[in-house]
């Protein structure tokens, strides 16, 4: 019998000063809202679907995500 071992890795997720700058007027329930996306962002990366995100078409990376938190 043989197993095969599947392992995750971790996406890298960038924070710009602009995104800081918006994350600190948000509520704390917010933030928290944003953190649980960019969480699974983190897991699953750009195969991040909506309702969690949706492509960015004038990316110059292919496969770049924006997230999306309620």
Do not use: C
């Given at each position: 019998?043989?197993?095969?071992?599947?392992?995750?890795?971790?996406?890298?997720?960038?924070?710009?000063?602009?995104?800081?700058?918006?994350?600190?007027?948000?509520?704390?329930?917010?933030?928290?809202?944003?953190?649980?996306?960019?969480?699974?962002?983190?897991?699953v990366g750009p195969t991040l679907k909506m309702p969690h995100?949706?492509?960015?078409?004038?990316?110059?990376h292919t496969h770049m995500r924006a997230p999306h938190s309620?």
């Amino acid at each position: 019998m043989s197993f095969m071992t599947y392992r995750t890795v971790a996406w890298d997720v960038e924070f710009s000063d602009e995104f800081e700058l918006w994350w600190n007027g948000l509520s704390a329930a917010e933030q928290k809202s944003v953190d649980f996306t960019v969480s699974i962002l983190q897991e699953v990366g750009p195969t991040l679907k909506m309702p969690h995100s949706s492509g960015v078409a004038t990316s110059r990376h292919t496969h770049m995500r924006a997230p999306h938190s309620t």
